[in-house]
């Protein structure tokens, strides 16, 4: 066996023992970004109370904040509130919209939906088996191209060797 193909072998069985380490590695990145998703999206969505407002005016595309806000207003106890809140796009005045309240009563965006944590943790692990499987291959890659083309220059100069032993 060539030395190439020696290196070529070894470099094949490192890649795929990395494929084989990528997926504990992809569960291990999964599970911290799940914790760490999960607490931040409960430290900000924490004390978010929903209430049933009257939307006032149409809403309007807030290009800033990527939602569309229109001035709503909503009861809290005996006493009347109206502020700009974010609201749904099919929203129009006099009808009904469920806004979000922070704990000192200002309006804020919902909560994340359901699942967000779990979506944030399954696309950064599939993400790190992506990273180490395209890695391990295109290190091989680069290795076999390498490889070739060494052998390709070796038969060129025996050729050329050849062929100026012939004049």
Not at 87 to 99: D, E, H, K, L, T
Not at 145 to 150: F, G, L, P, W
């Amino acid at each position: 066996m060539r030395k190439g193909d020696r290196a070529l072998s070894s470099a094949v069985l490192v890649a795929v023992v990395a494929c084989l380490l990528a997926v504990p590695i992809a569960l291990a990145v999964g599970a911290a970004t799940y914790t760490s998703a999960a607490a931040r999206l409960h430290a900000r969505d924490d004390g978010k109370v929903a209430v049933t407002a009257t939307v006032v005016t149409a809403p309007v595309y807030d290009s800033t904040h990527h939602h569309y806000t229109a001035t709503v207003r909503w009861n809290v106890g005996d006493r009347m509130r109206e502020a700009v809140a974010p609201v749904g796009n099919f929203v129009f005045p006099g009808a009904q919209a469920r806004v979000w309240l922070a704990a000192d009563g200002s309006p804020v965006s919902p909560p994340a939906p359901p699942g967000s944590a779990q979506l944030y943790a399954v696309g950064n692990g599939i993400g790190a088996v992506v990273v180490i499987v395209a890695s391990a291959w295109i290190g091989v890659a680069v290795l076999r191209c390498r490889i070739e083309h060494r052998r390709t220059e070796r038969l060129w100069q025996q050729y050329r060797a050849l062929i100026w032993s012939m004049r």
